[in-house]
């Protein structure tokens, strides 16, 4: 599979576990993000990293913890969840032009079914 | 970006005829709005997006327009086809803004034979 990846795609954990989810792009890309998406909900932007730093935390809760080692890579490490954090994780990049902004399109990966027990 | 207003949740057209979906926002300062469709089971992708200096974009079957001073696109799809059937979702964002979008509810379309 080409362009954005995510693993695993699908995860059952429980309350008391730690997972952590992963993307990797192979687009150049040196943005990317992660969205929370539920059941008849917009997409909830969580995080977006441009050049490995972290200039978006949308308001989520600290059992969610995003780490970003290089541009192509990004992490999402899961602690003490709730059953209420059950849903698709979806990872995905843009480009970023020189001298800052972005083109925006954003390319997607098939995301992480998360399910917390 | 702040909220974007999505409508309807659910369309079910008939196949050949033409679907509509419509988004409102709020933030007069966006300038550019993606559109992407999510089949069941799959990723969500681009099909069409417009910036704020055009007013209408076509591409085949599926068009865009933009009323900038009513803040508010649609989505027009044509001759629809059982592929269409889909989640749509609409965003507004900013260009300079880091790639931050702020996505619709989604409209589930569905195309019946």
């Known amino acids: 599979e080409t362009g954005v990846t995510q693993t695993p795609r699908h995860l059952v954990m429980g309350m008391t576990n730690k997972k952590s989810l992963k993307c990797e792009q192979h687009l150049g890309h040196n943005a990317m993000y992660w969205y929370k998406q539920s059941a008849k909900k917009p997409l909830e932007l969580m995080f977006v990293?441009?050049?490995?730093?972290?200039?978006e935390n949308n308001s989520v809760p600290s059992r969610f913890s995003p780490e970003c080692p290089n541009s192509s890579h990004l992490f999402l490490h899961l602690h003490t969840l709730q059953p209420e954090d059950s849903a698709l994780y979806l990872c995905?990049?843009?480009?970023?032009?020189?001298?800052?902004?972005?083109?925006?399109?954003?390319?997607f990966g098939p995301g992480t079914r998360l399910t917390v027990l | 970006g702040e909220n974007v207003e999505q409508h309807p949740s659910t369309l079910s057209v008939q196949e050949g005829d033409s679907a509509v979906i419509k988004c409102t926002y709020s933030d007069s300062a966006s300038n550019y709005f993606p559109w992407y469709k999510q089949e069941l089971g799959k990723r969500p992708q681009l099909i069409i997006d417009i910036r704020s200096n055009v007013g209408e974009k076509k591409d085949q079957r599926i068009a865009v327009t933009l009323n900038k001073t009513a803040k508010h696109f649609s989505l027009h799809i044509t001759e629809t086809q059982p592929e269409d059937s889909a989640v749509y979702f609409c965003?507004?964002?900013?260009?300079?803004?880091?790639?931050?979008?702020?996505f619709g509810a989604g409209t589930q379309v569905v195309v019946t034979p």
């Open positions: 990293y441009n050049f490995k730093e972290q200039t």
């Open positions: 965003a507004e964002g900013l260009t300079d803004s880091w790639g931050k979008l702020q």
């Open positions: 995905a990049s843009s480009p970023v032009r020189t001298g800052g902004g972005s083109y925006n399109e954003q390319f």
